[in-house]
């Protein structure tokens, strides 16, 4: 479902505009309309991060940007609370805007994205706070191109070491 919502953002909205969508979350603000949030490339290498609004007019979707902002204006991403899994969030532009993200997974996906996209393009010292780095940074030992599944693989890997270590007899 999600790479349908991609395919159609970049069709109608980003394209047309000039950009490259790289990721998008769905983002909670209201019960009637969805919302996303977008990063995005430009043909000049800036890159963008959007809000966009995804309504429907009789059997046609729509989307709308309700807001933009350049990645070189965020100061920071701010996790909340890197130790428990939730999925909220805060974006420190010249405003901070609190946020909260579809899942936790989603929240990580998007950090990961902005903190790679920051690396490439603008290389300035971006703050991501309260996030566990070991999701966030490329060069973990977790760090694979299919980082939705990160999470689950590093949990498996634990139940399978509880597993084992259960399994052991205890010496008398």
């Not at 259960?166 to 008398?172: D, I, Q, V, Y």
Request: hydrophobic content about 40%; some cysteine.
């Amino acid at each position: 479902m999600s790479s349908l919502v991609k395919e159609d953002l970049e069709k109608r909205l980003f394209k047309p505009l000039a950009q490259n969508l790289c990721e998008f979350i769905e983002i909670e603000v209201s019960v009637q309309d969805r919302y996303y949030l977008c990063v995005s490339v430009t043909k000049t290498d800036e890159v963008k991060i959007s809000m966009v609004k995804h309504y429907r007019v009789g059997l046609d979707e729509k989307y709308e940007v309700t807001k933009r902002w350049s990645l070189n204006d965020l100061r920071m991403i701010d996790g909340k609370e890197a130790d428990t899994d939730n999925p909220f969030f805060d974006l420190h532009f010249k405003k901070v805007y609190s946020l909260e993200a579809y899942s936790c997974a989603s929240k990580y996906s998007f950090a990961r994205t902005v903190s790679r996209l920051n690396h490439v393009y603008l290389k300035k010292d971006l703050h991501i706070v309260n996030f566990d780095s070991t999701y966030i940074n490329d060069d973990s030992i977790w760090s694979s191109n299919n980082k939705d599944c990160l999470v689950l693989m590093r949990i498996c890997f634990y139940a399978f070491n509880l597993v084992c270590l259960s399994l052991c007899p205890l010496p008398l």
